[in-house]
């Protein structure tokens, strides 16, 4: 099989190589100060944080007449002040596209990552959402996946608040297995380093056929494999395809279909069939109307998984007010179906005003929605959620650019359990930044940021933090040929 892809490879690329080609060799380097006042986002006994990153890069770009090819390498060295360790991430990238024949192209990518990490003491074994407060993502992102399957990929913006009022009873009704691997993450025993790597290929046609009139098709291949994280060691494949139809200059149509399968080493697979479709009407030129519709399906090999399926559907007005002022609206619902937990549904609703200035630009946008869930007493309240946000950016000068952004989110949530119990967050975040770009290659960034959150959940504290972003960065090319 390697050798097979090794030589699909060569066949693909040497053509290109041996063409009349511009060469372009680059080098960059960036160093940061990340600092943090509130680390673990506690109301008494703050700790604050401090992390130096250098990300040295070194890219090889090859242009011809009909094709690129890009070779990038990018460690990260990371330095934590607070608890002493040294972290590092390797990352290769290879990029390849080649213009085919007048209507068809090929890109072929590959990206892989090899991630060196110090274990840390995460706190007294046992106490696990204090433990689980205190790791990293990338052990979050394991642990959720281990005992909250149903989340798919987790999102702590929206997820951390419930994994952490739940974490405790997933622990103790999981099963052994389950258990010792959550364990191990968040208690190991051995002190050292947790070692692993990803690594993804991605092989995909495109074919356009007509004006507005696009098929593309390809395949991609994930894999992690484990050095000593504790980390599951899955492949995934990943075959998929869209197309895209413009029927005249009001109508047309887009449809992407995607098969996941995850095979995992040591524990169960699983699979999942996502699908999209969305029409597009151009009422004037001015005036989009469009009708989107999403299903999901998602299969656990685990006879005691929750396999489930989603439905989203939903109906946006894009309109421009002159060629400065742009307006995007959505309104939608969505249906979730499990085998084994009660079904959820939801409505949302979001709308964005933006504007382009002479030398900037600013919007506004205001979302919300609710969702419920079917339990012994029909269907009751399961979560409820507003957002507001606003943001400006502007050119200073020919050099110095402004930024400013703010957020306000409210969240209510439900439990599912008889007493009902509600909890509300509300969120605020406030930033600003400030970029210098000098002598063509520098550049330097500083970046504030305030944040308050307050709680009635249990889990959580109420807390405030200030955080500071500084970088600076230094990019030129090396040779020309």
Request: with cysteine; hydrophobic share 30%.
């Given at each position: 099989m390697k050798k097979i892809y090794l030589g699909c490879l060569v066949f693909l690329v040497l053509p290109a190589l041996a063409a009349a080609r511009q060469n372009v060799l680059n080098g960059s380097l960036s160093v940061s100060e990340d600092y943090d006042s509130n680390r673990y986002e506690t109301e008494?006994?703050?700790v604050d944080y401090l992390q130096t990153t250098v990300t040295p890069s070194l890219s090889l770009l090859s242009s011809g007449i009909h094709d690129s090819v890009?070779?990038?390498?990018?460690?990260?060295?990371?330095y934590d002040h607070d608890r002493d360790t040294n972290d590092i991430i390797h990352d290769v990238t290879f990029n390849f596209d080649r213009q085919l024949s007048s209507g068809w192209s090929m890109s072929l990518?590959?990206?892989?990552?090899?991630l060196d990490f110090d274990k840390v003491d995460l706190g007294t074994p046992g106490d696990i959402v204090s433990q689980f407060i205190r790791a990293d993502n990338y052990v979050q992102d394991e642990v959720v996946r281990i005992l909250f399957p149903e989340l798919g990929e987790y999102d702590p913006q929206t997820d951390y608040t419930y994994v952490l009022s739940e974490l405790e009873e997933r622990q103790n009704v999981a099963s052994p297995d389950e258990q010792a691997r959550v364990n191990s993450l968040l208690a190991p025993d051995d002190p050292g380093r947790r070692r692993h790597y990803t690594n993804e290929v991605s092989l995909d046609f495109t074919w356009e056929f007509g004006p507005e009139r696009v098929f593309s098709f390809g395949y991609s291949l994930e894999t992690l494999k484990d050095k000593s994280a504790g980390m599951a060691e899955y492949t995934t494949h990943n075959p998929h395809f869209s197309l895209g139809y413009a029927f005249n200059?009001?109508?047309s149509f887009d449809f992407t279909y995607e098969f996941n399968w995850w095979d995992y080493d040591l524990v169960e697979d699983e699979s999942s069939h996502d699908t999209e479709f969305r029409l597009n009407f151009n009422l004037t030129p001015h005036d989009l109307l469009y009708w989107s519709y999403n299903f999901s399906y998602t299969d656990y090999d685990d006879a005691a998984a929750d396999d489930f399926n989603s439905q989203n559907s939903g109906i946006g007005w894009e309109h421009d007010f002159g060629s400065q002022v742009h307006l995007t609206t959505y309104l939608g619902g969505s249906y979730e179906h499990r085998d084994i937990a009660g079904d959820e549904r939801g409505y949302e609703a979001n709308g964005r005003l933006t504007r382009e200035l002479q030398r900037g630009s600013c919007y506004f946008g205001i979302e919300g929605g609710f969702d419920e869930f079917s339990g012994s007493r029909g269907w009751d309240d399961l979560r409820e959620y507003y957002t507001l946000d606003a943001g400006f950016n502007y050119e200073l000068s020919e050099d110095i650019s402004f930024d400013a952004q703010f957020v306000y989110e409210r969240n209510i949530s439900w439990t599912r359990a008889i007493e009902h119990t509600e909890t509300t967050d509300n969120d605020y975040d406030a930033?600003?930044?400030?970029?210098?770009?000098?002598?063509?290659w520098y550049s330097v960034s500083l970046r504030y940021a305030y944040h308050v959150f307050n709680t009635d959940a249990s889990v959580r504290d109420d807390y405030n933090d200030h955080q500071v972003f500084l970088q600076f960065s230094v990019a030129r090319d090396i040779l020309h040929w």
């Amino acid at each position: 099989m390697k050798k097979i892809y090794l030589g699909c490879l060569v066949f693909l690329v040497l053509p290109a190589l041996a063409a009349a080609r511009q060469n372009v060799l680059n080098g960059s380097l960036s160093v940061s100060e990340d600092y943090d006042s509130n680390r673990y986002e506690t109301e008494k006994d703050q700790v604050d944080y401090l992390q130096t990153t250098v990300t040295p890069s070194l890219s090889l770009l090859s242009s011809g007449i009909h094709d690129s090819v890009e070779l990038t390498y990018a460690p990260e060295f990371i330095y934590d002040h607070d608890r002493d360790t040294n972290d590092i991430i390797h990352d290769v990238t290879f990029n390849f596209d080649r213009q085919l024949s007048s209507g068809w192209s090929m890109s072929l990518n590959n990206s892989f990552s090899y991630l060196d990490f110090d274990k840390v003491d995460l706190g007294t074994p046992g106490d696990i959402v204090s433990q689980f407060i205190r790791a990293d993502n990338y052990v979050q992102d394991e642990v959720v996946r281990i005992l909250f399957p149903e989340l798919g990929e987790y999102d702590p913006q929206t997820d951390y608040t419930y994994v952490l009022s739940e974490l405790e009873e997933r622990q103790n009704v999981a099963s052994p297995d389950e258990q010792a691997r959550v364990n191990s993450l968040l208690a190991p025993d051995d002190p050292g380093r947790r070692r692993h790597y990803t690594n993804e290929v991605s092989l995909d046609f495109t074919w356009e056929f007509g004006p507005e009139r696009v098929f593309s098709f390809g395949y991609s291949l994930e894999t992690l494999k484990d050095k000593s994280a504790g980390m599951a060691e899955y492949t995934t494949h990943n075959p998929h395809f869209s197309l895209g139809y413009a029927f005249n200059q009001q109508w047309s149509f887009d449809f992407t279909y995607e098969f996941n399968w995850w095979d995992y080493d040591l524990v169960e697979d699983e699979s999942s069939h996502d699908t999209e479709f969305r029409l597009n009407f151009n009422l004037t030129p001015h005036d989009l109307l469009y009708w989107s519709y999403n299903f999901s399906y998602t299969d656990y090999d685990d006879a005691a998984a929750d396999d489930f399926n989603s439905q989203n559907s939903g109906i946006g007005w894009e309109h421009d007010f002159g060629s400065q002022v742009h307006l995007t609206t959505y309104l939608g619902g969505s249906y979730e179906h499990r085998d084994i937990a009660g079904d959820e549904r939801g409505y949302e609703a979001n709308g964005r005003l933006t504007r382009e200035l002479q030398r900037g630009s600013c919007y506004f946008g205001i979302e919300g929605g609710f969702d419920e869930f079917s339990g012994s007493r029909g269907w009751d309240d399961l979560r409820e959620y507003y957002t507001l946000d606003a943001g400006f950016n502007y050119e200073l000068s020919e050099d110095i650019s402004f930024d400013a952004q703010f957020v306000y989110e409210r969240n209510i949530s439900w439990t599912r359990a008889i007493e009902h119990t509600e909890t509300t967050d509300n969120d605020y975040d406030a930033g600003m930044g400030l970029t210098y770009a000098f002598r063509h290659w520098y550049s330097v960034s500083l970046r504030y940021a305030y944040h308050v959150f307050n709680t009635d959940a249990s889990v959580r504290d109420d807390y405030n933090d200030h955080q500071v972003f500084l970088q600076f960065s230094v990019a030129r090319d090396i040779l020309h040929w």
